[in-house]
């Protein structure tokens, strides 16, 4: 059990895949919330510009 441990400990060969991994969680993170941000603030500009071009 001892070597089973130790030579998984030694193996490496799955770091990069979990770092790539987490690298794209952090990624759609920072995209969905920026994409929320802008979104929400474009349909404010959006609708108070339709609201002028529509009021005599």
Not at 25 to 54: E, K
């Amino acid at each position: 059990m001892k070597e089973l441990v130790w030579k998984m400990w030694k193996d490496d060969k799955g770091e990069d895949i979990a770092e790539y991994a987490l690298m794209l969680a952090v990624i759609l993170v920072v995209v969905i919330g920026a994409v929320r941000l802008i979104g929400t603030n474009a349909s404010n500009i959006f609708n108070s510009a339709s609201d002028q071009l529509t009021t005599p």
